[in-house]
């Protein structure tokens, strides 16, 4: 088999959340991060033949670009890659327990309290403007019937503050995300579900391309 660019593309920013990754049998990439605070998943065109683990992703990916559009062939103890001109043999580690591991069963997310649509350009400008000050979070917050993204530092009161509105509500609430769990997911429009159980879903509006991410516990709901 082959694998697409999209795919390669998916796998560089799941090694941004886990070093490590556990193919499944079939067509769903899944990881999570080490301490459990990000979990995703995609659809993908490949379906791979057998379920296997791969300790560093990124070498990995780094031995397929060795390689001229190259086939991949799976057996027990690792894959055999090929193009015209090379090959290799990339083993598998010793066992998926090395390594955290998303849970087998579909996540069951409570009903969320709030929903909102966020663009590509607002998801980039308010990731960039907490990158460029410095600002360890990213704050869900009603103000005045509005949502707004606000980057700052909820532990500093004389904090920095970069804030773009992104929808409405009747609701009060501040959700708390850290700003290095935003850098983690890629690029695009995506619809947005906020938990008062402090969790969060992503859901990219082009393809299956989901996250769930923790918010902190300072985050606060009150209906």
Known sequence: MKISERTINLLKNYANINQSIEFQEGKTLKTVSPLNTILTSV?????????????????????????NDPEL?????????????HSAIYR??????????????EISFPEPEIVFQLSHEQFKTTVNAA????LPEVVVESNNGEIELVVSD???AS???????VGKTDETFRMIFKTENLNKIMEGDYHVALSSKRISHFKRKTD????????????????
């Open 43 to 67: 659809e993908i065109e490949e379906e791979f033949p057998r379920k296997f683990p791969i300790y560093e992703v990124n070498r990995f990916l780094g031995t397929l670009s060795l390689f």
């Open 73 to 85: 062939n799976f057996d027990e103890s690792g894959v055999s890659i090929a193009d015209d001109k």
């Open 92 to 105: 598998y580690c010793g066992s998926s327990s090395m390594f955290q591991t998303p849970p087998e069963k």
């Open 131 to 134: 990158n460029t000050l410095g």
């Open 154 to 156: 909820t532990g500093n």
């Open 159 to 165: 904090s920095d503050r970069f804030s773009t509105t």
């Open 208 to 223: 299956t391309l989901n996250y769930w991410i923790a918010l902190e516990q300072n985050s606060t709901y009150g209906g």
